[in-house]
Structures are given as structure tokens and as C-alpha cells.
């Protein structure tokens, strides 16, 4: 574009320029020809605004004198055709529209008037005539206009306008909703008169839609809301009311209004009204923030407070209060009373952290311990932060979390304690990954295998394997793994050291929850140790624990062994049970101690003449057993007795002490038919043998025959009817009266045992001895203390004496280790005085064991009852020992009472026997007085108390009862 020297900012394109040159070169009916320049410079001299203007409605040419009329330039409305439709009032826009819409169809336009608004802002009326223009053939190439400005023909009409003008702006303008209704001519309804911009575009309708239509057929839902009542009672009454904020909703829009309703002078109804959607979107929507923020905060795990520094007030979160299991109202929200529940220990700390995030303005984060309700200690992570100052830059207000770490800590404290197992386990323990390679290992892996956890991380488990397995093992093992997730077992590994050791096995795969494996566990502890217990108790148990040879047990086995080859071969063997003759006077004398070390001495001399120690054996107590294969001869059997008894030739020694040692030995010989002959039964007869030649004389040897067969089975029926008999009740209880020399009265009994069996009584010494020797004395003991007990207090009941009754106490039943508490408790159930009651007890039970003896000796005397010495001189005891223990009378045997008066040698005994007790201060009873010279005899040297048939036979209950 070209801009002419001395033209008025002329601008116009190539394409005007050419239109322009059209309309001056056609013909026209209306309009004849005009030169160009002769049109200018009239159109531009002009008062009126002339324009030309092309059918797409564009300007071709506009006068200078439209910016004097409307105070935009020509070039303005060039460079922008729909300038002239902007400046026309709202309300002319219509008929403009309309005129400019009938341009091309027209061919003249009358003359009309309507109203622009000027740059300025102020309105102009302009009178506009315009012209169409035809080309050569008729056809409309434009139009042409002129516009005057008739401002000034309308002074009180322009007021009128002007005030309209003002009041249509602020009513278009406004950004409340405005709608003006009239009266329905049924006077039922209301019809849009008006409804400004914000009306529009609150109820999404355009003014010319809604314009003399029923409020009801526009808002089909405005009755349910209520506002045509308002309406109905405004026009009623002229009184203006507020509806307030109402929902409304239809198909179309879902509006909150608000509405003020007036009438007009003219009986108009107006509502100005205000569209509170927005708001009270606005407000459900922070109802609803509010309702998820507090929803979040109840449900979250974390406690939330907020701390006024200034005031001290705080405001704690439901979560707290659930945490520390306080009701909200139970807590006083104050930072002083959450201070009260922190832990002592922890305390300083968080008021030392919360006081630095004050000061310099930081957070802070701390574990600690918070007291619950219940008085237990809860851990909670405290987190703050300063989130307001006030102007001076101070901390005003902060806010923070509670998180809830108890089973965190709880866990971290297991986790520490399973790895402090982990690390101080006595098992071994390696993990290693999917692929094999070791992660960790213990302390105990270390220890066992020799290698270091260094050595043993990025290896795989093959560093321990040994060569005691085939690899079907290690097949079975991963089948195992991979099938069942475990495998337990025994395995044998090797050392760092090259050692190969057992040990005890079990690995798990870790998987994840989709069955991936992650990890495999081994856990496993050396069993070297029990494998050399479990050979030393098997070991023991097959091995006597004094002498270390075979047991019983292990020795009949090696013996079956024997004979099973021995048949084989035609050879014989023989089984010798050694007895040591009168053992029990080594331990008796020299202590048990000795006695063992004596045993184990004799031991190494069997095993070093025999030369097979398998096939010898320390049946028990002081009885070996050697077993001899290979024997030509049963006869040849003497041949290794003989040699075994002169093993005893040289004496042993305990100590510095020579002790010279005998043996019995019994032999039994297998047969040809020695299959038939079990280990066992030879053994047996071998001990049959035995106690035949220990019977007969010591140091001897016996072989085994029928008839000492037959004897053996003779005493074991004596055994069993034994048993019998104390089940029957066929074990009775007589006593023997005892009688006071002084006043010639019975003063007491003893008490004496007796088996009644078919009708006739077996005496004692067929049986004592078996009871002693299987134990049944024991249950046969107790039962003569409990009814003597019984009948003595019953006695001294009927009698009004103090009457005393001595019991024999056998040696078995001495040495049990209750021996004292069984005689307090039948005394307690008898309810007899313990004075009542007399133990007789042999010297040869006391010198059995001095030292045990002393002590039950002073516990049964601490009871309360009299020990008796009973056939006193037929054993071994010293003087020294009858004064040391705490002994009350001496019973003199019958064996030195049968020899008085007669023999001199007696009378000697007895006296000095009597003359000593009385010295010692013990009481003499002497026993088996039958005669009355016996009787005189025992007077005249000052006997206290006497007992024989002289006085009465041993009597059945019932008969003392006559004899008291």
C-alpha cells in the first residue's frame, strides 16, 4: 500500500482502488455517471458522511466527515466494515440489520433514522438515505449512503433517551439477573416483559425466546420452588419480599437463586435475582473438603496436632486420642498435659528438639515413648514444624504428627533379638540366594566349619562338602527342597581343617507369593559331640562303668555268639561266674573306695590272663563272669578255674595295705547239642555252681550239674511262695515277753516274725535269709513294725503300763535311706510314744558301714526311741565303736547264755559283758534263759532284764493277750 503525500492518511488496497473505479464509471438509472474526481471532492467537502459501499458489505470509499459525526476516521471504517455495526444503539441494531440484509434486493431504500453511539460515548441520531449503483447491464455492484446528523432535531427526546440509555446500561450491565413480568390477562400467570444480560446468560435462553411467554413454560419447575407465590403476593400487595437461596432444577439448567421481587409503578412485577450456584457449589464443595479432610484424618494412622505457642492451646486429632486409648474428653488440650505423658527419659530431648525448631525456625523429628491410659508405654515418631510467624518474623503456631511406631519398635526390638539369636546360636546357620551363592552366616557356622564369614559370602555350600555321600543323596535332597519346600536330614560336611564330622540338618526354601524362590536357610548343628556321647553312653551301656568290661548284657550276646560257633565247629565253651569270698569286710574295713579300686584291680588281672576282654564281664558287686570257647573237653573247663584262682596268689594292694583275696568260681559247660543251651541259662547255671562252691569252701571251683539244678529251683519256688504269702497275709507277727529282774514283771516284748503256710509254721531261717537276699524284707519289715506298733498301744491301753516292744530291724532295711522317716511315720499313724518302741539291731549292720550308721543311729535316737545291740559279741565290732554310738541297751546272745553256770570260761564272759554296759550306762538283756540256774546266775551278777522260754515260747497276739 502506497500513502499519498497530501491525502489524510489514505489507505486503501488495490482491490478498493479498482471497486472505486467501477462505481465511477457506471451508468446508472438512478444516478448518472460522475467522474471519480468530481465525486471525491463533492463526497469530500460534504458535511454529511458519504460512503460507498461494495455488496459483501465492505466500504469502498468513506467520507472525511464521518469522524467529525461519529469521531472515528475514514480509515477506521476501511480497515474494520463492521465498525458501523458497533457504533449503532442496541436498540436500532434490528432495523439496520435489517436494511443493510435488503440492500442487494432493493433497488432505493427510503429514508430512515436511527442512533449511533459516537467514540465519545454520546448518542448521535443520524439520517440515512441511500441509493443502489448498477453496472452497464444492470446488476448491482454496491451501494451508495449518505448520513446526516440529526442530533439536534430531539433536544427532550435525547434526554429522554439519554436517561433511558443510562438506565438500559445498568440494567444490561448489571451482574445481578433481572427479569420484568406482567400479569397474565387470566391473571393467573406471569410473561416475560424483560431480562437482561446476566438473566440470559444465568438461564442459558436469548431475551427473544423468552419474551411474552408464561414464566411456567420457560421455568416448568418455578412453582415447586415457591417464587410465584412471592410474585402473586408482591402484585397483591406492593410489598417487596426476598425469596431466599432456592434450588431449581429442570431438564435444562440445575441453578441456586436468590431473589428480590419489587412491583413497578405500572404494576410490573421485577425479580432481580442473583445466581448462587457457584456459591453454593463453592460451599458443597468445602462441605465436602472439609468431611474427606476430616474422613482422612480419622482414618489416617497418624495422629495430627496443632500448637498455639502464644496461648498454649492445642488441638489433638481423633487418632490421638484412640492411640493412647483416652477418651477426647479425658484430656485437657494443652501442650502442658501432653508434656505429662511423654517418659521421663525421653522428655528432655523432645523439649530440647521442639525448642530448637522454635528458635531457628526448623522442624524436628524424634522417637519417644508416650504413657497410654492403662499405664503402659506406647512409642510413637513425633514430627512439628513452624507453619505461622507473626509479623515480626516469631513463631506463632505449629503443627505436626503422632505416628504410631509401637509395633514398628516391637518388631525392630524382635528383630534385634532374632538377630542376636541369629548371631549366638549354637547352631550353625547360612542363607544363601536362589542361585546357591552364601549371603550371611552365624557366629556357631564359623565355630563349626572353620571358615569365616568372609571366607564363606559369594560361595556356595560346596566349599563343605565331604565324600561320604553318592550323589543319589544329594538328589533325594533337592527333590526334597523343591518338592516339600524342607529337607532334614544327616549329613556329613568337611571342615576348613580337611575334618570330615556329622551333622545335623534343615533347610528351607524361602519363596515369594508367587512362589519364586528367593532365598534357602540352612540351619544345622555338629554332632561330633553326641555322635562320641551316644558312643560313650552306648559305651556304658554295655560296659560296666567301675571295670570298663562288658556288661551282662553285652557279654550274652558275645557269648551267643560263641555257642553259635562253637556248634559249628564241635568245640565247647564254658561260662565261669568268680565270686570274691568275703568282699564285703574289704568295704566294711577299708571304705568302698578301696573296695572299688580292689574290683578294678581284679579286673586287669582276669582281662591279662584271659587276653580277650570281650569275653569278660562284672556281672555286679563283687561276681565276674569269663566266658571260655575252644574247649576239646567240657573237663578242660578246670584247667582255666584253676589257673584264674592263682591270680589270687599275690596279694593286692589298697594303698600301702596288702589285702589277700580267695574266689569261688562256678563253671557250666555248653553240650554238643549247644544250640539248644541259650546264653542265658548257661550264665545261670554257671551262678548255681558258684554259690555251690562258695557254700562248701572258698577258693574252690564247682561245675554245674542237675541236682544243684534242682536246688536252685527249689529256692526260687521257696521265692514265689514267698510273695504269695506276704499277699495272703500268711506273714504273722508272735512276741516273746521280756521280764524286769528287779520286780520279776513283764516290762515289754519283742517282736518276732513267723510264715503260717498250710497250717504249719516255717521257721525263720528258712526264709530270712531269701527275703534279705531278694528284698522282700523290706515290705516284710514294715509290716511287723506297723502291727506291733498297733498292738503294743493297744496293750498299754488295757494294761495302764508302759509297756515297750523291741523290733528286729534287718540289715536291708537298715541301709534304705528312709529308714528314719518310715519309723516316724508309722509311729504317727499308730499314734504310739516313740519311748513305746525298741530297734534291735544286729553289730555286723552296723559295721557294715560305720559312718552311715552313726548318722541313722542319731536320727532314729532324735525320734525318741531305744536302740538295742542286739547279739551282742558274734560279730566283729569294737569297743571303740559300741561307745561311739548312741546305743541304749546290749542284748546278750543265746550262745553265751547256754554256757552258765556250768562253764567258767562263760560265767568270765558274761559278767565282764555285763560289768562293761553297766559301765558304758546301757541296760543288759540277756536272751535264751531256760533254766533257774540261769536265771540265779544272771541275778547274782546284776542282769537288768531277761527273755527265754524259762519265761514264755514266742507267742501269737491273741495268747499275750491272756498272758498280760
Known amino acids: 500500500m502506497k500513502q499519498k503525500k497530501n491525502d489524510k492518511k489514505e489507505f486503501r488496497t488495490e482491490s478498493q482502488a479498482s471497486s472505486e473505479k467501477k462505481f465511477m464509471k457506471t451508468d446508472s438509472q438512478s444516478h448518472p455517471p460522475m467522474p471519480q474526481d468530481l465525486y471525491r471532492l463533492i463526497a469530500d467537502l460534504s458535511y454529511n458522511w458519504e460512503y460507498l459501499m461494495s455488496p459483501d458489505r465492505s466500504f469502498v470509499y468513506v467520507s472525511p466527515s464521518c469522524k467529525k459525526i461519529t469521531g472515528y476516521s475514514d480509515q477506521e471504517f476501511m480497515d474494520d466494515p463492521d465498525l458501523i455495526n458497533q457504533i449503532v444503539h442496541p436498540d436500532d441494531r434490528d432495523k439496520v440489520l435489517h436494511h443493510l440484509n435488503c440492500i442487494n434486493s432493493d433497488p432505493i431504500h427510503k429514508p430512515f433514522d436511527f442512533r449511533i453511539i459516537s467514540k465519545a460515548g454520546e448518542i448521535h441520531w443520524i439520517s440515512h438515505t441511500c441509493c443502489p449503483v448498477l453496472d452497464k447491464d444492470g446488476n448491482l455492484i454496491g451501494r451508495r449512503a449518505s448520513n446526516q446528523d440529526a442530533t439536534d432535531k430531539g433536544g427532550l427526546e435525547q434526554r429522554l433517551y439519554r436517561r433511558e440509555t443510562l438506565f438500559r446500561t445498568l440494567f444490561e450491565n448489571t451482574n445481578s439477573c433481572i427479569a420484568v413480568y406482567t400479569m397474565s390477562e387470566d391473571g393467573r400467570g406471569f410473561l416475560f416483559k424483560e431480562i437482561n444480560k446476566a438473566a440470559e446468560e444465568s438461564s442459558q435462553l436469548k431475551r427473544k425466546d423468552v419474551i411474552g411467554k408464561n414464566v411456567e413454560d420457560v421455568f ?14 408482591v402484585c397483591s400487595t406492593g410489598v417487596a419480599e426476598h425469596h431466599p437461596i432456592s434450588k431449581y432444577s429442570d431438564d435444562r439448567i440445575d441453578i441456586y437463586v436468590e431473589n428480590y421481587v419489587y412491583k413497578l409503578p405500572g404494576g410490573e ?32 494412622s497418624d495422629a495430627l496436632w496443632d500448637w498455639s ?25 494443652s501442650l502442658e498435659s501432653w508434656e505429662k505423658l511423654i517418659h521421663h527419659e525421653d522428655l528432655p530431648k523432645v523439649k530440647e528438639l521442639i525448642a530448637k525448631a522454635i528458635q531457628c525456625g526448623d522442624q524436628y523429628e524424634i522417637e519417644f515413648r508416650m504413657k497410654r491410659k492403662d499405664d503402659s508405654w506406647h512409642w510413637v515418631l513425633g514430627r512439628g514444624r513452624i507453619v505461622e510467624t507473626d509479623e515480626n518474623g516469631s513463631p506463632i503456631r505449629m503443627v505436626g504428627t503422632h505416628v504410631d511406631i509401637n509395633e514398628r519398635m516391637q518388631f525392630e526390638s524382635r528383630l534385634k533379638l532374632n538377630q542376636k539369636a541369629f548371631d549366638e546360636a549354637i547352631e550353625g546357620v547360612v542363607v544363601t540366594d536362589s542361585e546357591g551363592r552364601i549371603l550371611s552366616t ?19 555350600p560346596r566349599i563343605l562338602k565331604s565324600d561320604h555321600h553318592e550323589p543319589e543323596f544329594y538328589k533325594g ?47 544345622f548343628h555338629d554332632l561330633s559331640d553326641i555322635r562320641r556321647g551316644e558312643e560313650m553312653i552306648h559305651h556304658q551301656t554295655y560296659h560296666d562303668g567301675l571295670t570298663d568290661l562288658p556288661n551282662r548284657k553285652l557279654l550274652t550276646e558275645h557269648l551267643r555268639q560263641v555257642l553259635e560257633q562253637m556248634a559249628k565247629t564241635g568245640e565247647y565253651a564254658a561260662a565261669i561266674v568268680l565270686d570274691l569270698d568275703d568282699f564285703k569286710s574289704v568295704n566294711n574295713i ?15 588281672r582276669i582281662v591279662d590272663f584271659h587276653g580277650h576282654k570281650e569275653l569278660c564281664c562284672r556281672l555286679g558287686a563283687d561276681a565276674f563272669l569269663i566266658v571260655q570257647p575252644g574247649l576239646k573237653s567240657p573237663t578242660a573247663a578246670s584247667v582255666t578255674a584253676e589257673s584264674l584262682n592263682r591270680i589270687f596268689e599275690e596279694p593286692f594292694k589298697v594303698g600301702a595295705e596288702p589285702i589277700h583275696l580267695s574266689a569261688s568260681l562256678g563253671i557250666a559247660v555248653s553240650r554238643e547239642d549247644s544250640e539248644d543251651l541259650s546264653p542265658g541259662t548257661l550264665i545261670q547255671n554257671a551262678d548255681i555252681a558258684c554259690r555251690r562252691a562258695k557254700m562248701e569252701s572258698r577258693g574252690k571251683y564247682r561245675f554245674f550239674t542237675q541236682s544243684m539244678n534242682s536246688e536252685a529251683t527249689k529256692r526260687m519256688s521257696l521265692l514265689n511262695n514267698l510273695r504269695l504269702a506276704i499277699q495272703n497275709d500268711e506273714i504273722v507277727t508272735f512276741f516273746q515277753p521280756k521280764v524286769k529282774a528287779s520286780s520279776n514283771q513283764i516290762l515289754g516284748m519283742e517282736a518276732l516274725v513267723r510264715w503260717v503256710h498250710n497250717g504249719r509254721i516255717i ?3 528258712a526264709f530270712i535269709p531269701l527275703a534279705e537276699e531278694s528284698g522282700l524284707i523290706i515290705p516284710i519289715g514294715q509290716m511287723v513294725l506297723e502291727f506291733s506298733c498297733k498292738r503294743i498301744r493297744h496293750w498299754r491301753e488295757v494294761t495302764g503300763r508302759d509297756l515297750k516292744v523291741a523290733v528286729n530291724v534287718s540289715p536291708r532295711q537298715f541301709s534304705e535311706d528312709d529308714m528314719s522317716q518310715l519309723v516316724k511315720d508309722v509311729l504317727g499313724r499308730t499314734d504310739l510314744p516313740a519311748a513305746a518302741l525298741e530297734l534291735e539291731i544286729t553289730e555286723s549292720v552296723l559295721m557294715q558301714n560305720p559312718e552311715r550308721s552313726q548318722n541313722t543311729l542319731e536320727e532314729l535316737r532324735d525320734i525318741g526311741v531305744t536302740i538295742a545291740l542286739d547279739d551282742f559279741g558274734t560279730g566283729y565290732s569294737s569297743l571303740s565303736y559300741l561307745r561311739q554310738f548312741p546305743i541304749d541297751v546290749i542284748k546278750i546272745d543265746k550262745s553265751f547264755i547256754d554256757g552258765v553256770p556250768d562253764q567258767n570260761q562263760a560265767n568270765t564272759l558274761v559278767r565282764a559283758i555285763v560289768d562293761m554296759a553297766h559301765g558304758l550306762g546301757l541296760e543288759v538283756v540277756a536272751e535264751g534263759v531256760e533254766t533257774r540256774s540261769q536265771l540265779d546266775f544272771l541275778c547274782q551278777i546284776r542282769t537288768d532284764c531277761f527273755q527265754g522260754y524259762y519265761f514264755s515260747k514266742p507267742l501269737p497276739a491273741d495268747e499275750m493277750d491272756v498272758l498280760l
Open 220 to 233: 416448568p419447575s418455578v412453582g415447586r420452588m415457591g417464587l410465584l407465590d412471592v410474585f402473586r403476593r
Open 269 to 300: 412485577i421485577v425479580a432481580i435475582y442473583h445466581d448462587k450456584t457457584a456459591e453454593k457449589k463453592a460451599e458443597e464443595e468445602l462441605r465436602i473438603s472439609r468431611e474427606r479432610m476430616q474422613l482422612a484424618i480419622d482414618s489416617v
Open 309 to 333: 505457642i502464644h496461648t498454649g492451646r492445642a488441638y489433638f486429632s481423633p487418632r490421638y486420642f484412640t492411640m493412647l486409648g483416652y477418651e477426647p474428653d479425658e484430656f485437657k488440650h
Open 442 to 460: 552365624n557366629k556357631a557356622f564359623t565355630t563349626i566349619t572353620g571358615y569365616s564369614a568372609e571366607e564363606a559370602l559369594g560361595q556356595n
Open 477 to 523: 535332597l533337592w527333590d526334597s527342597l523343591i518338592n516339600n519346600e524342607v529337607w532334614r536330614g544327616e549329613i556329613w560336611n568337611r571342615r576348613k581343617n580337611g575334618e570330615a564330622y556329622p551333622q545335623w540338618t534343615s533347610i528351607t526354601a524361602v519363596k515369594s507369593r508367587y512362589g519364586i524362590n528367593l532365598r534357602y536357610v540352612a540351619v
Open 590 to 604: 577299708f571304705g568302698h573306695l578301696a573296695g572299688d579300686s580292689l574290683l578294678q584291680e581284679v579286673a586287669t
Open 763 to 765: 521257721s525263720p531261717l
